[in-house]
Structure formats: C-alpha cells, structure tokens
C-alpha cells in the first residue's frame, strides 16, 4: 500500500449570513483564536493543525449545500461535562446535554452556532487514536 503525499493541515469551512455574529460566538463564546483574517473569511485555530473557517455568503449566491442541518461539525475532548457547563454559563442553548451514546461508544452533547450549524462536543469512550484494521 502506497501512502499519499503529506497533509499539513485541516480546515472545515461554513458559510454564513452573518460573519460578526459567527465571529463573536467562536471568539468570545468558544474562545477561540483567530488565525487569519482575510476580510470575508476568517479562519480559527480548533488544535494544532485543525483549523475552522467561516465565510461571508453574499446576499444574492446560495452557498453550495446550504442546509445546516447536513453538517455537523465535532470537537473531541475528554473535558465534555466542562464544555457544558463553561458554555451553558455563557448563555448556549443546549438541543441535547451530555449523553452516553452506547451504540457508538461516545459522551456527548450537542448546540447549535448563530447560523444555525450542528456543534457536537464529544469524548470516545475507548481509544480510537489507534488505528484498527
């Protein structure tokens, strides 16, 4: 088996109607740091080469896929309870709080971000970093 060229970095990127609102919630609400900003976009640093971008739609495209409710976009900690807590005190409404999850093995939880996208915070509750053949 052949192994691909190296992969540096990730970078999941949304769209939204509203970038001041999505910055605020991702800055000031997650705490997360701004990366780069290049007007329309702005990208966020989520781990060491995980990064998140959000970019203005304009009012006259539809962004491609435009239904929020097809992504989910996911942060693995162990910390899901301190999540919960540390952004329920920061006035996020919950769609579910911390939960097993047996049939997949998983604690989680689960809210929604100004533009209306999925946010899962999640803990595998078995290793997953290595890989199974």
Same mark, same amino acid.
């Given at each position: 088996m052949s192994t691909h060229p190296q992969i540096e970095q990730q970078i999941t990127f949304f769209y939204t109607h509203n970038l001041n609102s999505s910055t605020e919630f991702y800055e000031q609400i997650l705490g997360l740091e701004l990366w780069l900003d290049q007007g329309t976009c702005r990208i966020y640093t989520v781990s060491g080469s995980g990064y998140l971008g #959000?970019? $203005?739609?304009?009012?006259?495209?539809? %962004? %491609?896929?435009? $239904? $929020?409710?097809s992504v989910i976009f996911t942060l693995v900690t162990p910390q899901v309870d301190e999540w919960f807590e540390y952004l329920k005190e920061r006035g996020v409404k #919950?769609? !579910? %709080? %911390?939960?097993? /999850?047996? !049939?997949? /093995?998983?604690?989680?939880? #689960?809210?929604?971000?100004p533009s209306g996208y999925l946010i899962e915070i999640q803990r595998f509750e078995t290793n997953h970093k290595k890989r199974h053949n």
């Open positions: #959000f970019c $203005q739609a304009s009012e006259t495209s539809t %962004p %491609p896929g435009d $239904q $929020q409710s #919950f769609e !579910k %709080p %911390p939960t097993l /999850n047996e !049939k997949y /093995n998983i604690y989680h939880c #689960f809210f929604r971000d």
